[in-house]
């Protein structure tokens, strides 16, 4: 089960924190992400984070945006800055994890947070 939060109203320019836990059995966590849809568009990778730290993003959101995870607490974090009003969008965080050793990693998502950035 992953919960999100941090969601909110913001004017341009502004800042938000994101976080997504996950709970339940977790045997280990590979990639975490977020995501993002805007309405009537599709759904777009924001932002990722592997197991040993790389990360990667999405060319608009680079230099504004910083994802990060704390291994302990099973939790990905998404630092926003300099929010444009194009960022306004529900954002979904995206969990792979292994509930055993038997079994292989699942993708579980969140419930969406919406961000919404004011002009």
């Known amino acids: 089960q992953l919960q999100a939060s941090g969601g909110g109203l913001v004017q341009a320019g502004g800042s938000l924190r994101l976080s997504c836990a996950a709970s339940?059995?977790?045997?280990?966590?590979?990639?975490m992400g977020w995501y993002r849809q805007a309405p009537g568009k599709e759904r777009e990778l924001v932002a990722s984070?592997?197991?040993?730290?790389?990360?990667n993003y999405r060319d608009s959101v680079k230099g504004r945006f910083a994802i990060s995870r704390d291994n302990v607490k099973h939790t990905v974090y998404l630092e926003m800055n300099s929010l444009k009003a194009e960022d306004t969008a529900v954002y979904y965080c995206?969990?792979?994890?292994?509930?055993?050793?038997?079994?292989?990693?699942?993708?579980?998502w969140g419930q969406g947070t919406q961000v919404t950035v004011s002009s």
């Open positions: 984070i592997s197991s040993y730290g790389a990360t």
């Open positions: 995206n969990v792979e994890v292994r509930t055993s050793a038997f079994f292989g990693f699942r993708d579980y």
């Open positions: 339940g059995t977790i045997f280990s966590i590979n990639t």
